[in-house]
């Protein structure tokens, strides 16, 4: 666990106490069953917002609390253990993006609205079904043309920071050449579709702003994935504690122990890479880079072994849509997929470091 | 010394028989369903035949022949296992499939042929031969799943004017297989509540019995091929159990072997999925090529090498198992890691093939995923259950440790 400064331990609490009393599992299956259109519910993101958490990454003058990215990693997280559906991630990460490269009149005109979760803020980066930081969309007049794939929050988004070839842009979700149309995935959350034919667009920076960003969209999506994870992995272990069959807890077997033990040691990795990379973004560190890279990747290889051992070591009830487990995985694959799958950052490190 | 050169008989024998197969199949086996075997498996639903599938069925039914090497006298084919074996080659070679299947098929008959009274088995295995009777498996219960010899459903021995000497069954039972649709269930049951092995019986309970009730069970995949079953005060005439009282672990273990060789088949149809694509197909379609024409992700091209290799070790070990069977006239050592590594290999490649489409491999439903990409998603999450189902992984390795190392049980 990071050191943290009182502030930041009184979020952490804070937050883990509002996902547990307000948003439990049950909360995310709720909105599983009902299916709104947004992705999330909408009375749950509201308090999200009175809560301030949108503004986590904002700074003060435009009404966030610029507490930073360990911050948000650490209600990422506790969000994470629950599946707390929300566009925090989303909207926080995209923030930061407007905050860094907008003009004073944009960063007047969005951040406030996002930092009271009035406005969500999506990141329309990729283009295709994974992750590969190569982007067609392009810029004519001012005016922003290409196609989102996955859009993660596309269906609510008030805003949008694009990716295009030359950099990054900022298109209102309202402008005329905006189309979105949804895409049912295994976790229920909100990935649109999302195609721009002209819209007007304003420029945030070049393409080391569109690569910052996605880092910090990776070390955001591996912040929630240490919390699923982390409770995956808890709830695993009371189970075992609890199951008993032939004549003793499961928890007894010693080859069920060492896999969690197992697990657990693959868990404190995790732990470490994704609060370095997170302390990293704050400390305005230039190789964030290397960071994000090897968070994305250790957060990817842990996720899924510890969702897949969920179902395995639950046996027959881990299969089943009335238990939670099989959320844990949906959701977990789909974090692994989005910004950079664990073989694509494999792939970026050994680059990066001249394998 | 005069040699007289004799025919040999058996290779005539069985050759007139190939021959005798490839007619009935040409009279028999309606052209238009070639290659069409839509895998009718006791995990789907009843499902409406065709004029032409129900004749196919109604011939294969007569024949014997879905069930080939079961005694003729019982309805099956009466075939010697080489004869078994030309009858697959020809229907093969005609594009021709079995209709006939299901838990009867695959594991009932076997058993009750080994352990069923004579009446029992002129009741039961003709209607398993025709295909008519859906059977389903009651074995797990709640707090019996690898521990299977906990079950406690319980038949308490009865009598009275009715029914005469017959049980009364009550307890639950679960992942019932195809329970909602079944005619009768096969089930242990617990006769004596002092004795844990000793006290279960093997025992065949109708679905249609007042008393019994059928819960689907919704699964990750969103398909419901399991029930939750309750028994509620369930007559059953005493002439339904399967051997003696207390003989059902015996009786159930053998029947279990039966399943786990049905079901240790899961890898083997590794390069057939996605509409026929192979994983390579697939990952060159998603991911394209570099230069030299090679999966353009070079870490996940190793990946799939690694999942091919381990699937064609995976075949090699089948026929090295089946060649050894057949020599040694008992089962392959080999035998015991099938099902585990059949689980790791259906498994893996679903994973490598969601990976490969990423996004596009996750859709639920909806606009935006071809139907091979949305059943591949549900594959892949169904698949979780295959190192679960009939003896999880870690039953199976304690089997592996326990009768092929000798290793003691856990104390």
């Known amino acids: 666990m990071a050191v943290l400064n009182d502030e930041q331990a009184m979020l952490r609490d804070m937050a883990r106490e509002w996902v547990d009393n307000e948003a439990p599992v049950s909360a995310y299956r709720r909105m599983r069953d009902t299916a709104p259109a947004a992705g999330f519910d909408a009375a749950s993101w509201g308090e999200i917002g009175q809560m301030g958490w949108p503004g986590i990454v904002v700074p003060e003058q435009y009404g966030g609390s610029a507490f930073g990215y360990l911050s948000l990693g650490l209600v990422l997280e506790q969000m994470g253990r629950n599946l707390v559906a929300a566009p925090l991630a989303a909207s926080a990460v995209a923030a930061t ?40 969309a392009s810029i004519s007049g001012g005016a922003l043309s290409g196609h989102k794939a996955f859009v993660a929050e596309g269906d609510s988004a008030g805003v949008f920071v694009v990716a295009a070839a030359d950099g990054l842009y900022l298109v209102d979700g309202a402008a005329d050449g905006v189309a979105r149309s949804p895409r049912r995935l295994i976790d229920a959350r909100s990935h649109a579709d999302v195609r721009f034919d002209g819209a007007a667009a304003e420029k945030l920076g070049d393409t080391a702003l569109t690569d910052r960003v996605c880092d910090l969209a990776a070390t955001a999506a591996a912040a929630e994935m240490l919390g699923l994870a982390s409770q995956a992995f808890e709830t695993t272990n009371a189970y075992l504690k609890q199951r008993v069959q032939f004549g003793q807890p499961l928890a007894t077997f010693q080859a069920l122990q060492h896999r969690m033990a197992k697990m657990f040691t693959e868990l404190e990795l995790m732990r470490s890479v994704v609060e370095a990379a997170l302390e990293a973004i704050d400390a305005g560190r230039s190789d964030l880079d290397q960071a994000a890279c090897l968070a994305k990747a250790v957060a990817g290889e842990t996720v899924h072994l510890v969702s897949r051992e969920m179902i395995q070591l639950h046996g027959g009830i881990g299969m089943t849509d009335e238990h939670d487990a099989g959320f844990y995985m949906k959701r977990a694959q789909v974090l692994e997929t989005m910004w950079g799958s664990a073989a694509w950052q494999r792939e970026r490190f050994a680059r990066m470091n001249g394998y | 010394m005069a040699t007289v050169a004799e025919p040999d008989t058996r290779a005539d024998s069985i050759e ?23 895998g009718l498996s006791a995990l789907e639903g009843p499902t409406e035949l065709s004029a032409d599938e129900a004749a196919w069925k109604q011939a294969m039914g007569e024949k014997g022949w879905g069930v080939p090497t079961w005694p003729r006298e019982y309805g099956g084919g009466g075939l010697s296992r080489a004869e078994a074996r030309v009858l697959a080659e020809e229907m093969a070679r005609a594009g021709a499939w079995n209709p006939i299947g299901g838990m009867g098929v695959m594991m009932f008959g076997p058993t009750l042929l080994e352990y069923g009274s004579e009446e029992q088995k002129r009741e039961h295995i003709p209607a398993i031969a025709r295909g008519e009777v859906r059977w389903c498996q009651g074995y797990s219960e709640p707090n019996a799943g690898s521990d299977l010899a906990n079950l406690q459903t319980f038949a308490e021995g009865a009598f009275d004017e009715e029914w005469g000497d017959h049980y009364v069954v009550n307890g639950q039972k679960t ?7 079944a005619d009768k269930c096969f089930a242990l049951v617990r006769t004596d509540k002092t004795n844990k092995h000793g006290g279960i019986s093997f025992l065949l309970i109708d679905m249609d019995s007042p008393g019994v009730e059928t819960r689907p069970i919704r699964l990750i995949s969103g398909s419901s091929p399991f029930c939750e079953t309750f028994f509620t005060d369930v007559k059953v005439p005493k002439a339904n159990r399967v051997g003696e009282e207390g003989q059902g672990w015996t009786i159930g273990k053998r029947l279990l072997q039966h399943e786990r060789q049905n079901l240790s088949g899961g890898g083997s149809s590794a390069s057939r999925f996605f509409a026929g694509k192979s994983l390579h197909d697939l990952a060159k379609e998603y991911r394209g090529v570099d230069a030299e024409g090679r999966i353009a992700d070079a870490d996940l091209r190793m990946r799939i090498v690694r999942h091919e290799m381990d699937v064609r070790a995976f075949m090699a070990t089948l026929r090295r198992a089946a060649l050894e069977a057949k020599a040694q006239a008992g089962p392959s050592a080999a035998s015991s890691i099938m099902k585990n590594v059949g689980a790791r290999i259906t498994q893996e490649r679903a994973e490598l093939a969601i990976e490969i489409m990423g996004m596009q491999g996750l859709g639920w439903e909806g606009e935006g995923f071809s139907a091979d990409e949305l059943a591949q998603t549900r594959t892949w999450l169904w698949g979780k259950a295959v190192s679960i189902y009939g003896g999880s992984s870690e039953i199976q390795n304690n089997i592996v440790a326990k009768r092929m190392l000798g290793m003691l049980d856990h104390q």
């Open chain 1, 97 to 136: 993006a407007i905050a860094e490269g907008g003009s004073d009149a944009v960063k007047q005109a969005w951040l406030p609205r996002i930092a009271s979760g009035e406005v969500v803020a999506a990141l329309a980066i990729d283009e295709g079904p994974r992750h590969d930081r190569r982007f067609e």
């Open chain 2, 16 to 38: 007139a028989f190939r021959a005798e197969a490839r007619d009935w199949l040409a009279a028999n086996f309606p052209a238009s369903l070639k290659g069409k075997d839509n």
């Open chain 2, 175 to 181: 992942w019932t297989s195809g329970g909602q649709w």
